[in-house]
């Protein structure tokens, strides 16, 4: 973040994170919404606390990267809100984002949201800013205000919030590069966008987001839809030819799959150590 714009894909598993880190990005995301589809769920607040830190814990020792991981909206109240902090700061996390929806939450780029009182959410930052496990943890205050109630009261929400303890404030839905413009002018701080497909936000690039001054920017869902488009061509081409013969030009061949792994058949495999977490920062 000190030196610029981090552009962070979302990895929905650790084989996916190596991947992420070893195409030479910064830091990598763990979306609450990919977790919960590659379980068979929606993005509904169904996945718990346990099953996001062993997520968690599988990808950051994988990428040896800085991990931003989806705290919902924290699993419960304040008390909730400080068991979360602390379980994703130890299980490798270097950040997470907490929302302002009421729980059951539903997706950032949905209609139908509602949002709990703001001094309500800005205790729960406060209390998780108090108790994160390192000075380094970057604690993310998102609010969906945008598309519940104004554009005015995303404003004053995401200033409280800043005031409350947060590092980085997550408008979610903005339109487009105007209007985190004119969000960035009206709540100076570090900020983070998320770069969706098919959702309220138009498709802005890296370098307008650099122009702009974002410090975050995430893509969380990119990599699952690009994967899950690649299993549905795989299945109608084994459906239609009765084999994967057509389709060997579009595989991970056992040779590169071992070489993201590290390992090298018949040598002692170097399974990752008990590291620190990486820091965001």
Not at 56 to 75: L, M, Q, W, Y
Not at 124 to 145: E, G, N, Q
Not at 205 to 216: F, M, N, Q, S, W
Not at 227 to 246: Q, R, S, Y
Request: glycine content about 8%; charged content about 25%; proline content about 4%.
């Amino acid at each position: 973040m000190s030196s610029g714009t981090v552009l962070v894909p979302g990895a929905f598993n650790a084989l996916v994170a190596r991947a992420v880190a070893r195409a030479g990005f910064e830091a990598t995301y763990i979306s609450g919404g990919a977790t919960a589809n590659v379980a068979g769920y929606p993005d509904i607040g169904l996945v718990t606390l346990t099953e996001m830190c062993r997520t968690i814990r599988e990808i950051s020792d994988a990428a040896e990267v800085p991990v931003i991981a989806d705290a919902d909206t924290g699993f419960g109240e304040i008390e909730c809100c400080v068991r979360t902090v602390v379980e994703y700061g130890r299980a490798g996390a270097a950040a997470l984002h907490l929302e302002d929806q009421v729980f059951p939450k539903r997706c950032g780029h949905l209609d139908g949201k509602d949002l709990v009182a703001a001094q309500v959410m800005a205790e729960k930052v406060a209390a998780m800013a108090k108790h994160r496990v390192s000075p380094d943890f970057v604690l993310i205050a998102r609010t969906d205000a945008r598309h519940v109630t104004s554009f005015e009261d995303m404003v004053a929400r995401a200033n409280l919030y800043r005031e409350a303890g947060a590092d980085v404030i997550f408008p979610e839905g903005l339109h487009n590069a105007d209007e985190f413009a004119r969000f960035m002018r009206a709540s100076p701080g570090a900020t983070l966008a998320n770069m969706t497909e098919f959702g309220k936000t138009q498709h802005i690039t890296a370098d307008e987001y650099r122009a702009l001054g974002v410090a975050i920017v995430i893509y969380p869902l990119s990599l699952m839809r690009l994967a899950m488009k690649a299993v549905e061509d795989g299945l109608a081409t084994l459906k239609a030819d009765g084999g994967f013969g057509h389709a060997l030009d579009r595989m991970q061949s056992r040779k590169d799959l071992y070489a993201l792994l590290a390992y090298r058949p018949g040598e002692e495999w170097d399974f990752p150590a008990n590291r620190p977490p990486r820091s965001a920062r």
